[in-house]
């Protein structure tokens, strides 16, 4: 297309193109520097639904219509892929949208090419609002929607824009018709994303009214291809509009060869409207608009792919809307702009169903959060607590949360930080300041942010500030699981034995599943028991990051120990016994040594496998109170030997224990040479709850369900009483609009309200003139909306008086003033100044439906005694009675459009209290059940009557 348009301009002839989609065809913008016509598309008129450009702004449109600024650009290597994003780069800057990145795949990609290639981990650092456009040559976008699911790129937190999907030849369209077949493959690759597309891409509704024009020349569906009813409608439609600039041109200048002139038959169809092949059935885009580009304006929909439905549900529509006083040869653009209205919310597949920010509050890599170490303590803001004090602070605990006092351990190393968040620490000397890389940010973080039962919370960090550097966790008050292992006096039957080893595993489990990984550091003194006799591991994720900054020089390899505490130094000595052989084999004085030369870098699930070793170490703790060697090994020197590389017996169950064989078999499995033959923790976890049985809790999980049940109903019954004084006002608020507020108070205090008699008042009514053949030519949303917007605009005039609406009836709208509350005469002033104000209202008000048209109404009002009452049980109504009542109604329905009648007694009442008034005598009229009576006109308010007296 682009050389006929081309040679077309050339030779000035018109050209009507009905399937031209490249965004090179929209150039028609004039050279400011010459008043000449550019050589390229001047005489080209696009009808096509679809097209590169309007995609572009549709898109853009609705990218600006949901907040989001930044985005990147997902395309492969190409000519096609290139024009498309050459078409919406422009667009976007255009519409305030920074485009972050644009990320190539090659047009050969496979899916593992697009794992491996680095671009997922540019989409990630960079979006969250990714436009997706790939050629259509390969399936690249079923491609990369794998991929993208393969690696993580979760639609909670990335929103995925398709525009224009057209896969069919010639414009056909894969999603008109029935066929299952295809649906599916759109759930599947396009599922929980955006779609643009034209409005009626993803239904049928266009089938039966271009069947109907068909049948109409005597052709049916055998005669064509379906799937390509864009194509057969856009080609109508350019034929048409054709056909209508010709005899326009024809008309105007009587000469046949102006319908050749390209130029002026371009210019005549600038911004041109005509109806399309299939506007009469009121789908969307049935009309052909052009705009003042000669370039069919869009109608396009967004569309969200339900995994879960077999339907695409449009939840945002994009209607165009010309732009007055503006010329798109200057411009370059077509001069219309883009409303979006959404049709559907709360949609999304996220927690609170909306879409994610274009860039988390943290953002892109949570480097704003990373940064701000929200893990980092001050010493200034923790208090160091010796042990008398720990003494002190645990003996006004219950006796079931005291630590056993041969527990020295256990009363060393504990902090205050802030208020009252007690805390244990680890202390390692400082030798020089911590330079954090972003693995260690990045893990502190992950550490800081884990929340499990059976993991111990990690408090922070406090470092770069004395000698010491501190890792912080909670305190749990009855120490570590060595501390109950190692007490005689302490019992562990079978029921402990369960509970340790299922909390252990389920802790595990969850750091294996989780961002951390694995835990690095597993022993019985890892363990921790808190008051309620739940198992947390402590010190996870941790042992990486110290081993950087022991090889960096900033902290000393080993904890700072104090010289009385053997156990402590024990504990510590005796750990690389829990360590996998292959990690031992790992450290940097086998390296150079040379031991092992086939060690390679440990590997994430080598990491979890050590875990198990670990893991398989203290549950044979757990059974036996002792470490699976024999008993007469001395257990420091093993630990010496192990740490300076050399070989040490393997772990084994020793020929005095008696265990479950299946056990055993786990143990074994678990202290595997080879890390790849241990079993997964998922494993562990099944078959030690198999064999172990263990069910519920120990011995204060009653209490804990009594503490926590005292809670929450206590947090509920607050939650519902807030809820209820909240409906209470809701309640009190609608009821006061119904009643009046004296009326509602007696009501709600369950007391009759009698009936009152009002010695005088005056009473208003209106109605609109002619609102029958209004509803007729109107249908009742239109209604609705009419005499809401005119009713609520009599509401505020009423507000501003000393006025009470009592009700409306379809057109007719009735007010009182002296009612419910008693003013003396100024009802008639209130409500003369109600009318005449309401008459004002309408002066400049507009039918909203018929915005040329103005509401004319009839008003009359009358003025004398009133009875009041609330009427029925059901529905209660607060309703006027008497003959006042009656005769304003009269005065309204024998008035004239747009003019104020009152009765006798009204205009003597404003005469004598309010001559400001100005009335003008009607005369006598027949009045129903009164006969002749006199009634008058209300002109004006004379507001220069109060300066000439």
Same mark, same amino acid.
């Given at each position: 297309?682009?050389?006929?348009?081309?040679?077309?301009?050339?030779?000035?002839?018109?050209?009507?193109?009905?399937?031209?989609?490249?965004?090179?065809?929209?150039?028609?913008?004039?050279?400011?520097?010459?008043?000449?016509?550019?050589?390229?598309?001047?005489?080209?008129?696009?009808?096509?639904?679809?097209?590169?450009?309007?995609?572009?702004?549709?898109?853009?449109?609705?990218?600006?219509?949901?907040?989001?600024?930044?985005?990147?650009?997902?395309?492969?290597?190409?000519?096609?892929?290139? *024009?498309?994003?050459?078409?919406?780069?422009?667009?976007?800057?255009?519409?305030?949208?920074?485009?972050?990145?644009?990320?190539?795949?090659? *047009?050969?990609?496979?899916?593992?090419?697009?794992?491996?290639?680095?671009?997922?981990?540019?989409?990630?650092?960079?979006?969250?609002?990714?436009?997706?456009?790939?050629?259509?040559?390969?399936?690249?976008?079923?491609?990369?929607?794998?991929?993208?699911?393969?690696?993580?790129?979760?639609?909670?937190?990335?929103?995925?824009?398709?525009?224009?999907?057209?896969?069919?030849?010639?414009?056909?369209?894969?999603?008109?018709?029935?066929?299952?077949?295809?649906?599916?493959?759109?759930?599947?690759?396009?599922?929980?994303?955006?779609?643009?597309?034209?409005?009626?891409?993803?239904?049928?509704?266009?089938?039966?009214?271009?069947?109907?024009?068909?049948?109409?020349?005597?052709?049916?569906?055998?005669?064509?291809?379906?799937?390509?009813?864009?194509?057969?409608?856009?080609?109508?439609?350019?034929?048409?509009?054709?056909?209508?600039?010709?005899?326009?041109?024809?008309?105007?200048?009587?000469?046949?060869?102006?319908?050749?002139?390209?130029?002026?038959?371009?210019?005549?169809?600038?911004?041109?409207?005509?109806?399309?092949?299939?506007?009469?059935?009121?789908?969307?885009?049935?009309?052909?608009?052009?705009?003042?580009?000669?370039?069919?304006?869009?109608?396009?929909?967004?569309?969200?792919?339900?995994?879960?439905?077999?339907?695409?549900?449009?939840?945002?529509?994009?209607?165009?809307?010309?732009?007055?006083?503006?010329?798109?040869?200057?411009?370059?653009?077509?001069?219309?702009?883009?409303?979006?209205?959404?049709?559907?919310?709360?949609?999304?597949?996220?927690?609170?169903?909306?879409?994610?920010?274009?860039?988390?509050?943290?953002?892109?890599?949570?480097?704003?959060?990373?940064?701000?170490?929200?893990?980092?303590?001050?010493?200034?803001?923790?208090?160091?607590?010796?042990?008398?004090?720990?003494?002190?602070?645990?003996?006004?605990?219950?006796?079931?949360?005291?630590?056993?006092?041969?527990?020295?351990?256990?009363?060393?190393?504990?902090?205050?930080?802030?208020?009252?968040?007690?805390?244990?620490?680890?202390?390692?000397?400082?030798?020089?300041?911590?330079?954090?890389?972003?693995?260690?940010?990045?893990?502190?973080?992950?550490?800081?942010?884990?929340?499990?039962?059976?993991?111990?919370?990690?408090?922070?960090?406090?470092?770069?500030?004395?000698?010491?550097?501190?890792?912080?966790?909670?305190?749990?008050?009855?120490?570590?699981?060595?501390?109950?292992?190692?007490?005689?006096?302490?019992?562990?039957?079978?029921?402990?034995?369960?509970?340790?080893?299922?909390?252990?595993?389920?802790?595990?489990?969850?750091?294996?599943?989780?961002?951390?990984?694995?835990?690095?550091?597993?022993?019985?003194?890892?363990?921790?028991?808190?008051?309620?006799?739940?198992?947390?591991?402590?010190?996870?994720?941790?042992?990486?990051?110290?081993?950087?900054?022991?090889?960096?020089?900033?902290?000393?390899?080993?904890?700072?120990?104090?010289?009385?505490?053997?156990?402590?130094?024990?504990?510590?000595?005796?750990?690389?016994?829990?360590?996998?052989?292959?990690?031992?084999?790992?450290?940097?004085?086998?390296?150079?040594?040379?031991?092992?030369?086939?060690?390679?870098?440990?590997?994430?699930?080598?990491?979890?496998?050590?875990?198990?070793?670990?893991?398989?170490?203290?549950?044979?703790?757990?059974?036996?109170?002792?470490?699976?060697?024999?008993?007469?090994?001395?257990?420091?020197?093993?630990?010496?030997?192990?740490?300076?590389?050399?070989?040490?017996?393997?772990?084994?169950?020793?020929?005095?224990?008696?265990?479950?064989?299946?056990?055993?078999?786990?143990?074994?499995?678990?202290?595997?040479?080879?890390?790849?033959?241990?079993?997964?923790?998922?494993?562990?976890?099944?078959?030690?709850?198999?064999?172990?049985?263990?069910?519920?809790?120990?011995?204060?999980?009653?209490?804990?369900?009594?503490?926590?049940?005292?809670?929450?109903?206590?947090?509920?019954?607050?939650?519902?009483?807030?809820?209820?004084?909240?409906?209470?006002?809701?309640?009190?608020?609608?009821?006061?609009?119904?009643?009046?507020?004296?009326?509602?108070?007696?009501?709600?205090?369950?007391?009759?309200?009698?009936?009152?008699?009002?010695?005088?008042?005056?009473?208003?009514?209106?109605?609109?003139?002619?609102?029958?053949?209004?509803?007729?030519?109107?249908?009742?949303?239109?209604?609705?909306?009419?005499?809401?917007?005119?009713?609520?605009?009599?509401?505020?005039?009423?507000?501003?008086?000393?006025?009470?609406?009592?009700?409306?009836?379809?057109?007719?709208?009735?007010?009182?003033?002296?009612?419910?509350?008693?003013?003396?005469?100024?009802?008639?002033?209130?409500?003369?100044?109600?009318?005449?104000?309401?008459?004002?209202?309408?002066?400049?008000?507009?039918?909203?439906?018929?915005?040329?048209?103005?509401?004319?109404?009839?008003?009359?009002?009358?003025?004398?005694?009133?009875?009041?009452?609330?009427?029925?049980?059901?529905?209660?109504?607060?309703?006027?009675?008497?003959?006042?009542?009656?005769?304003?109604?009269?005065?309204?329905?024998?008035?004239?459009?747009?003019?104020?009648?009152?009765?006798?007694?009204?205009?003597?009442?404003?005469?004598?209290?309010?001559?400001?008034?100005?009335?003008?005598?009607?005369?006598?009229?027949?009045?129903?059940?009164?006969?002749?009576?006199?009634?008058?006109?209300?002109?004006?308010?004379?507001?220069?009557?109060?300066?000439?007296?």
């Amino acid at each position: 297309m682009l050389p006929v348009a081309t040679m077309a301009n050339y030779w000035n002839i018109p050209i009507v193109a009905y399937m031209a989609t490249a965004n090179a065809l929209s150039n028609k913008k004039i050279r400011k520097a010459r008043s000449v016509w550019p050589t390229i598309y001047k005489t080209l008129v696009r009808t096509s639904l679809r097209t590169m450009n309007t995609i572009a702004e549709s898109t853009a449109a609705f990218i600006r219509h949901y907040g989001w600024k930044k985005v990147s650009l997902v395309s492969n290597v190409g000519a096609s892929a290139y *024009e498309k994003i050459l078409a919406f780069e422009p667009v976007l800057k255009r519409y305030g949208i920074t485009v972050n990145r644009k990320i190539l795949f090659e *047009e050969s990609s496979t899916v593992q090419d697009m794992l491996s290639g680095g671009q997922m981990e540019e989409i990630t650092a960079h979006s969250r609002v990714v436009i997706v456009m790939f050629s259509s040559t390969r399936d690249l976008t079923s491609m990369f929607r794998e991929a993208s699911a393969k690696y993580g790129l979760s639609e909670t937190e990335f929103v995925f824009i398709f525009p224009w999907l057209q896969e069919g030849a010639n414009g056909a369209s894969p999603f008109v018709g029935s066929d299952t077949s295809i649906l599916d493959k759109v759930k599947q690759t396009y599922g929980n994303c955006v779609l643009i597309d034209d409005t009626n891409g993803f239904d049928d509704r266009m089938i039966k009214p271009f069947m109907e024009r068909l049948a109409s020349v005597g052709l049916d569906e055998k005669d064509i291809d379906l799937t390509n009813i864009y194509g057969y409608i856009a080609l109508f439609d350019a034929f048409k509009m054709l056909a209508v600039a010709g005899r326009r041109i024809l008309n105007k200048t009587g000469q046949f060869s102006s319908v050749t002139n390209g130029k002026l038959m371009w210019n005549a169809m600038r911004r041109m409207t005509v109806p399309g092949m299939v506007s009469n059935a009121g789908v969307g885009s049935g009309t052909v608009m052009l705009d003042d580009l000669a370039e069919r304006v869009p109608f396009y929909s967004a569309f969200f792919v339900d995994k879960n439905r077999n339907q695409v549900t449009p939840f945002a529509n994009m209607a165009p809307r010309m732009i007055t006083n503006c010329d798109g040869l200057e411009t370059g653009t077509g001069c219309f702009d883009i409303n979006v209205t959404e049709v559907l919310s709360a949609f999304w597949p996220s927690i609170d169903g909306h879409f994610p920010l274009d860039e988390p509050l943290c953002g892109y890599s949570e480097t704003r959060s990373l940064d701000s170490m929200p893990w980092r303590i001050f010493r200034d803001d923790m208090q160091i607590v010796d042990e008398e004090q720990v003494k002190s602070m645990l003996s006004l605990g219950s006796q079931r949360t005291k630590l056993s006092s041969s527990n020295a351990m256990a009363l060393k190393h504990h902090a205050i930080i802030g208020v009252n968040t007690h805390a244990t620490y680890q202390m390692y000397e400082q030798r020089r300041p911590i330079k954090f890389g972003r693995a260690d940010l990045t893990l502190l973080m992950k550490m800081k942010q884990v929340v499990h039962d059976n993991l111990n919370p990690f408090l922070g960090m406090a470092f770069n500030e004395k000698s010491e550097m501190l890792l912080l966790w909670k305190f749990c008050s009855r120490g570590t699981l060595q501390d109950v292992i190692y007490n005689e006096q302490f019992v562990l039957d079978e029921k402990f034995h369960g509970a340790f080893v299922r909390d252990i595993t389920l802790g595990l489990e969850y750091l294996h599943l989780s961002n951390i990984g694995f835990h690095g550091r597993l022993t019985s003194w890892s363990t921790l028991i808190d008051r309620n006799w739940l198992v947390k591991l402590t010190d996870y994720g941790i042992s990486d990051a110290l081993r950087r900054w022991v090889k960096h020089g900033s902290i000393n390899e080993e904890m700072a120990k104090d010289d009385d505490n053997e156990k402590s130094t024990g504990s510590q000595k005796t750990g690389i016994l829990y360590v996998a052989p292959e990690i031992r084999l790992s450290n940097e004085n086998n390296q150079k040594r040379r031991v092992d030369q086939k060690w390679v870098a440990q590997t994430l699930e080598k990491r979890r496998s050590a875990d198990i070793y670990a893991f398989g170490m203290v549950m044979y703790e757990i059974l036996f109170r002792s470490l699976p060697f024999n008993d007469k090994a001395d257990l420091n020197e093993m630990s010496t030997k192990a740490a300076e590389g050399e070989k040490i017996t393997r772990p084994q169950i020793q020929k005095d224990k008696q265990l479950h064989p299946d056990l055993q078999a786990l143990l074994q499995d678990c202290w595997h040479d080879s890390p790849e033959a241990r079993p997964s923790i998922r494993r562990v976890r099944l078959s030690t709850e198999s064999i172990m049985k263990t069910k519920g809790s120990l011995v204060d999980s009653m209490t804990r369900m009594m503490e926590e049940y005292a809670n929450n109903l206590e947090k509920l019954v607050s939650e519902r009483t807030a809820m209820f004084e909240q409906a209470t006002l809701r309640a009190d608020k609608i009821l006061s609009q119904l009643l009046p507020k004296y009326v509602a108070n007696e009501l709600k205090n369950g007391r009759p309200v009698p009936p009152k008699m009002y010695s005088s008042a005056t009473v208003l009514f209106t109605d609109v003139v002619g609102f029958t053949k209004l509803c007729g030519s109107s249908s009742p949303i239109e209604v609705v909306n009419l005499l809401n917007s005119v009713y609520s605009g009599f509401d505020e005039i009423i507000n501003k008086r000393d006025g009470y609406k009592v009700e409306t009836i379809g057109d007719a709208y009735m007010v009182v003033s002296g009612i419910p509350e008693e003013n003396g005469k100024r009802h008639i002033c209130n409500v003369s100044d109600i009318a005449l104000e309401i008459m004002e209202f309408l002066v400049t008000y507009r039918i909203p439906h018929r915005k040329s048209e103005k509401l004319v109404i009839r008003i009359g009002f009358h003025s004398g005694p009133v009875a009041a009452a609330v009427v029925g049980l059901n529905a209660p109504r607060y309703c006027l009675f008497g003959d006042t009542v009656n005769m304003a109604s009269r005065m309204e329905s024998t008035g004239e459009p747009g003019k104020i009648q009152i009765s006798q007694a009204s205009k003597e009442l404003l005469a004598s209290e309010y001559p400001e008034f100005v009335t003008a005598e009607r005369g006598e009229m027949a009045i129903k059940g009164k006969g002749e009576c006199q009634t008058h006109w209300l002109l004006h308010k004379d507001l220069a009557y109060f300066e000439s007296s």
